[in-house]
Structure formats: structure tokens, C-alpha cells
């Protein structure tokens, strides 16, 4: 394949820094990138938490007023996705876990009164959640939907995708590490993928090489606080409330999508605390870096 | 163990409802573009070689043709395309068939230049819904001492996650016929008509992610005056007019294969066609296309064909003696004939506008003096805006 | 839901290991993987092939004109 160039943009999207890279011809370049990113815009404008005018907006605005909000074939699928999430997790992912975030302050180094986060348990429940083709329907008021934990990795999966449907045979999309390999590069070579040392930022603790499929990490340095020597992550158990102590300071998982992967490292962070062995019955690879930075995978060793 | 491996599968059965669903949501099958192409062919006839020629013109047709199509989104899911053609003909036509010295044909051509002009309209109405797709169509032609109308239904019914399509057709027309008169042949028709009713169906199916493979299977039922007009057959020295049977079935059947070669970034076009009639003519042909992609946005396409039908029960190129069924024809059509023909096309696209230009050759072998062969040159631009 | 659920289950046995996945079929929009790249250009070429030869395939559409000469 002659006449490849290297067109790659770093930005911010998702709360998180994003990078494409692709490699095809001169001309076409910057155009495929907006394409890319033109779809990653229209997915956070869907569902961000903060734009007043997404669907996730008005489904939470309705929650307790008895009214079905409409929702589209995507939506669908989106809650239909997080339902077997919900399933899978014997209900430790939830989509309406988000409202902890109300007692929850990493930033303010205190723990929440127990009062306020007992206040919210009763906000939680996918399963007492009306929904069908018709619409979505939060029962009480003060209940509210995240997409959160699975549309960045969602939206890789859809980038990466308009790229490929635009004939782009070699490309990397990076949503602040959920990652979806499209090809090898132009010379062959896979793309190294590097995995968070979980207790440095910015430095790889390893290379994984990579020529097709998507690579999500989950860790408990994204959002977390010590207090007396003891981590609390961003990770919350919706039937407590309050951080699991997972035995692993951050799960990766391989998979042909990235929206897989994502939900398995996710799911083994969560189930790990009971069932560490979870993932490793799972059939997919993974690479765990447990508290004291121990590596275990099922990968040959790279 | 199996609660595990159950996940799995859960979620990627949960992914792909999320990605079909996903892709009906931006699934955008009409682009919503107004289009514009225009084309324009010379066609041009070879000349009669001199040792098949009995007497008249050796020079044959000549056609230039310029076609306009352009394509109006009405709503969100459909679009109406409209298509005008007009040709201007020139040249002498084949009459009938004689014997030489020795028995073998030679062509009695027409002396006179003719000078003519056909224009046509085709309206096709395109509507895409979530499952199914469908398209009318309306032609009219009109020529001095022709025309012809036509309407078309056809549908396609897509399932199987839109892996496999259904389609299927109706097609129907009238043409009328109101040949020139000329004194040399008095019994020439005055005015006839012909209808012709058809259908098709098929199926298409995305076999990998590289190949598309189609089946199509049609029939078509024509009634009515089905001779040539200006044609006529030598028959025992005396010269008749051109008479076929006023029925004609024809049954096909056709197979087209599209490979994408990655290797290459080229794709491979086979075309398989078989044909039988109730005059007892049988047909097949091959159709192979080469779409190479070049760099600079370059697409060169070379393709050949052959093509081979055996003769209708009555034809001959000449008659020694009567037929008791009255049929006649000498028309060079209704002969066995091998067809061969090479093409090479060039297309460049610039951004939203697209420039291309082929040559084709068409030969052909066989025993009637009047086979055609023809060149044909094309140039093309298009634009979407 | 559910019954949108059981079908794509069902349609996945039937198609066994062949099926394309909707996100691997971007080589599919590729305009020369249609079954018909220029219409224009075809339409024309049947329509001489049909007016020169015995043989007529039947298909979509509805053309007319002669053709004879």
C-alpha cells in the first residue's frame, strides 16, 4: 500500500484525552478524522450527563413524574446492553449507581456520612426500571441513568467502525485507554499498546503489541482518595454504597470489541472483591496488576 | 464454570443487538444528495467487408447518443431519478440475405442514408424503508416510426441482520409501430403493436466480508407483432416480408459475483447469464470486470465479455423453399453467433465530481454476412452537490 | 425486546460461522462492490446488447426504444 500518510489528532472528549491515528492517503486524511470525530461528538452530545438537551438529561428530568420518555433504536440497544450488564454483574453494575456520585467527593480527601449514602440506596434499582421499545421510565423521583460506564468504550467501537467503513485499513482510536486497533501498521508491525503502571501516571508498566481488536483497562487510580492508608476508588458497590476493596489495582481485558472489553475489565474489578478468579473463567484475555504489582495474565508472556 | 462462559456470550449477543440497532440508527442508505451525470457515446458500426456484400451501402450505423441523469431526494427516504436520452442515427440497415455464386449468404443493404432521432425518458421513484427497499419506474422512447412505453415495479426485502435480500419484479410495455412506407415494398405494415409482460426474482447475499453473490431468475411473455418491419428474406428468388410468430416466452437466468481483493484493493466482477426462448434460441454469456483502484484517486476497469446463441427454429439466412408455417426471418439476430468484446474504462474522481471516458470493441463470428461489430467510445462527468 | 433478542439468537444458529458482522461490512459501501457501479453506463450497454442480439436477460426496469435497424 503505497501512498499512505500518517494523519493523527490529540483532543479532549468524554471527560477523557483522546487520540486517532490512521495512516491512508493525502487528501483524504483530515477529512476521515473529522468524519470520526464528528460521530464521537454526536454520541456525547447524545448522552452526556451535562448537555441539558441529552436523552439522558430529559430520561432523568422525567424520573418519578410517571412520564415514558421516547427513546430511539440506539437507546434501545444501550439499555438492552446494560440490562445483561446488570444480569451478568448479579446486579454489582447498575446504571443507576451514578447518584453515589452525590455523597461520593474524591477530591475532598473525608468520607461521606454514612446517613447521606444509606439517603441514596433507595435511588438504586435497574430492575425496578420501566423500559421497552415504547420509552424509558424512572420510577422515583431523584433516580438517574449513567451511561457512563460503558459509552466511552461504545464510542470507540463506532469511530473506529466510520473509519473502517470508510476503507481505512490501518488506525489506532484511543479514548483515554479504551483502545480499538484497526489493522496492523502499514510496515506489518502491531501497535504497542501500553498498560498503566496503576500507582505512577504516565509511565507503561508494560507493552502489549496488538494488530486488530480493542484493549480496555479499569483501575482504581481513575478517581480515589487515601484516607489512613486505605484506597477508596471510584468503583461502588451499588447494594453498600460504598468502594470495593479490590485485590487488583487494575484489570485488562482483550476482546474484538472494545465495548466487551470494557465491560469485563469493569466487571472484574467489581466482582473481584468476593471472586477474584472471575475473569479467569471467562475465556477472554486478560492481564491483572494485583496491589502489589504483580502481573497475572493468560496471555503468553510478550 | 458455565456461569462465566454464559457472560460471555450474553454480552456479545447484547453488543450485536447494540450494533444493529446502532447501524439503523445512522444506517443513511440515501445520501441526500442531489447528483448530476451526463454521457455521451459514439457507437459506430464496422463496415460490410466487400466479399459478403451483395449490393448497397457498405457503411453501417453510426450513433452518438448524449444521456442526462439526474437524482432529486424528495423526503428523507426517497428519490426520484430522472434519465433523458437522446440519439441521433445515421447509416444504412441491413434488408435480406441472398445466395452467391457458390450458395454462400451475401447481405442486400439498404442504399439510402437513413437519418434518424430517438429520445427517451425514464422516471424511477427509489423509497428505502427499514427492511425493504422498492423502485417505480416509468420509460417512454419515441422515435418517427416507433415508440414505446414501459412501467417497472421492483422490491427488494432485506433480513437475515440484512446479510440476505429478496428482490423481485413485475415489468410491462406497449410499443407501437408505424414503419415508413416504400414503394419498393409494397406489403409493408402499417401499424402494429406489441405488449410485453415480465418478472424476476432473486436473492443476494453478503457471503464474507469481501464477497457479494446474486441470483436472478426472470420471464418475460412478448405478444404481438414481433417482425422487423424494414426486414424482408429471399425466398426461391422472390423477396417477402420478415414474419415470426406474433408469441414469444423467454426465460433467464443470470449470476453475478463482486470479490474485493484487499491484496490488490481491487474488485472482480463475474457475470453469468443463460437464456432460452421459445423460438428455440439458447444464450449465455460471461461478463468479467477488473475495478482497479489507483493512487490519486484513479479507478481503471478493463472487461471483456463473450457471448453465444444458437439459431431460432425458422431463421435461415435464405430460403430455398417455402415454410409451411409461414415464419420467416433472415435477420442476422436470430442467427448462431459467437460475440466477443473488450472494454477499458477510465475513471478519476475529484472530490464530489468524477470524470471518466472507456473504449469498447465488439466483434463477432459467424455464418450471416450482416453480424455487426461496432466501436464504442464514451466520455462521462458526474458531480453530487 | 425479548422477541427481538430470540430472533437474532436464531438467525445467528442458522448462519452459523458465515456471518458478516455489521461492523465488518464497510467493504460492501464500496462503490465498486455493487452489483451495478454506473448505472448510466450499463443501462446503455444492455440496451445495445439487446437491440443486437438475440437474447434478452430480464431484470429490474422497465426500458423500451427499438433499436432496430
Known sequence: MNGTHLHSVKFRAMGSPCELIIHTSQDAGPELLQLARDRLTQLEQKYSRYRPDSITTRINAAAGTGETVPIDQETLGLLHYADSLHTQSKGLFDITSGVLRRAWDFRSARLPEPKSIEALLPSIGWRRVTWSQAGISLPTPGMELDFGGFVKEYAADQVAQRLRDSGVEHGLVNLGGDIVVIGPQPDGQPWRVGIRHPRQADTALLKLPMTHGAIATSGDYERFMLIDGVRYCHLLNPFTGFPVHSPFASATVIADQCLIAGSFSSLTMLTAETDPDWITRVGLPYLLIDQSMQVLSNMESR | ?385 | MKHTFWLLCIVCVLQGCATVEPWERGTMAREEMAFVPDKLDQNFRDHIHYSKEGARMVGAGSGGGCGCN
Open chain 2, 1 to 385: 464454570m458455565n456461569q462465566n462462559t454464559t457472560a460471555l456470550g450474553s454480552l456479545c449477543a447484547a453488543a450485536a443487538l447494540l450494533n444493529s440497532l446502532a447501524g439503523q440508527a445512522n444506517a443513511n442508505p440515501l445520501t441526500q444528495e442531489y447528483s448530476l451525470d451526463y454521457l455521451t457515446n459514439v457507437y459506430q458500426e464496422g463496415d460490410i467487408p466487400q466479399d459478403k456484400l451483395a449490393t448497397g451501402s457498405e457503411s453501417r450505423y453510426t450513433i452518438n447518443t448524449h444521456l442526462l441523469m439526474g437524482v432529486v431526494p424528495l423526503t428523507e427516504d426517497s428519490q426520484l431519478t430522472i434519465t433523458g436520452l437522446h440519439e441521433s442515427m445515421t447509416g444504412a440497415s441491413p434488408w435480406y440475405v441472398v445466395p452467391g455464386d457458390e450458395g454462400e449468404p451475401a447481405q442486400v443493404m439498404s442504399n439510402a442514408t437513413i437519418d434518424e432521432a430517438r429520445n427517451q425518458i425514464d422516471l424511477d421513484l427509489y423509497t428505502y424503508h427499514d427492511r425493504s427497499e422498492s423502485t417505480l419506474s416509468l420509460s417512454y422512447s419515441k422515435e418517427n416510426d416507433y415508440d414505446s412505453v414501459g412501467f417497472g415495479y421492483s422490491g427488494a426485502w432485506r433480513f437475515n441482520n440484512d446479510l440476505t435480500s429478496i428482490n423481485f419484479g413485475l415489468n410491462a410495455g406497449q410499443d407501437n409501430i408505424h414503419p415508413t412506407q416504400d414503394d419498393r415494398f409494397p406489403g409493408r405494415v402499417r401499424s402494429e403493436a406489441q405488449n410485453r409482460l415480465g418478472g424476476f426474482v432473486g436473492v443476494s447475499h453478503i457471503m464474507t466480508k469481501n464477497r457479494l453473490v446474486g441470483l436472478s431468475l426472470g420471464t418475460s411473455n412478448q405478444v404481438g407483432y414481433l417482425s422487423d418491419p424494414y426486414k424482408q428474406v429471399w425466398i426461391d428468388g422472390s423477396v417477402a416480408p420478415d414474419a415470426r410468430p406474433d408469441r414469444k416466452s423467454l426465460t433467464s437466468l443470470s449470476l453475478m459475483w463482486r470479490e474485493y481483493l484487499p491484496a490488490y484493493n481491487a474488485a472482480l466482477h463475474t457475470d453469468l447469464a443463460a437464456y432460452q426462448d421459445n423460438w428455440t434460441t439458447t444464450a449465455a454469456s460471461l461478463n468479467l470486470a477488473w475495478h482497479q483502484n489507483l493512487p490519486y484517486n484513479w479507478q481503471l476497469v478493463p472487461s471483456m465479455r463473450v457471448y453465444h446463441q444458437t439459431e431460432a427454429a425458422f431463421y435461415s439466412p435464405y430460403y430455398e423453399t417455402t415454410r409451411s408455417d409461414g415464419y420467416y426471418s433472415s435477420d442476422y439476430r436470430l442467427s448462431e453467433f459467437t460475440a466477443f468484446s473488450g472494454k477499458l474504462k477510465a475513471v478519476w474522481n475529484w472530490s464530489s465530481f468524477q470524470v471518466k471516458g472507456s473504449y469498447e470493441y465488439y466483434g463477432t463470428q459467424g455464418e450471416h454476412p450482416g453480424l455487426v461489430s461496432y466501436s464504442l467510445y464514451s466520455f462521462g462527468m458526474g458531480a453530487t452537490f
